[in-house]
């Protein structure tokens, strides 16, 4: 099963998230599943991608062009998509994705996510989705759809 994670370029404000980031992509791979996530380095990206790798894991990174003229992917992965644009690499990685996983990020993994979740609800894509609702990170957004 391929598995779809939205996170973040960077490690955010605990070094917590990072760990959990790495923990995350070790257990995709103990759980025979191939990782799907945005190629990069960085972040809670490249630590995700090198928990997979580390355990011996299949990881695609699906990387647009921009990204990839900063030098950002990740090096190691088993396969590198890259896509002229992130609507592209939005496509693709929903494409490739059974299940998608909203790790804790920012605007950028609430856009990917949200758009998922219209897809699925609109019956335009079959998939299942999750938040990581990790230490309470998304407790506020489910307080509002709780209103």
Same mark, same amino acid.
């Not at 088993?78 to 693709?92: E, H, W």
């Given at each position: 099963?391929?598995?779809? %994670? +939205?996170l $973040? #370029? !960077?490690? @955010? ?5 990072? /760990?959990? *980031?790495?923990?995350? &992509? ?9 990782? %799907? +996530?945005? $190629? #990069? !380095?960085? @972040? ?5 991608a /090198?928990? *997979?790798?580390?355990? &011996? ?57 949200s ?22 990170y ?10």
């Amino acid at each position: 099963m391929n598995i779809t %994670v +939205y996170l $973040g #370029s !960077r490690c @955010g404000n605990r070094s917590c998230y990072a /760990d959990y *980031a790495y923990a995350l &992509g070790a257990w995709i791979t103990r759980h025979g599943h191939t990782l %799907v +996530y945005g $190629g #990069s !380095r960085t @972040g809670l990206m490249g630590k995700l991608a /090198d928990g *997979a790798l580390q355990a &011996g894991g299949q990881v695609i990174g699906v990387e647009p062009q921009f990204f990839m003229d900063e030098e950002l992917q990740h090096e190691g992965l088993t396969k590198l998509i890259v896509t002229p644009d992130m609507t592209s690499r939005k496509q693709q990685m929903m494409d490739l994705g059974d299940i998608f996983l909203a790790f804790p990020g920012g605007i950028g993994t609430l856009e990917e996510i949200s758009q998922v979740m219209s897809q699925v609800k609109l019956h335009q894509m079959e998939g299942r989705f999750a938040f990581l609702d990790f230490d309470g990170y998304y407790q506020p957004m489910r307080a509002l759809w709780q209103q």
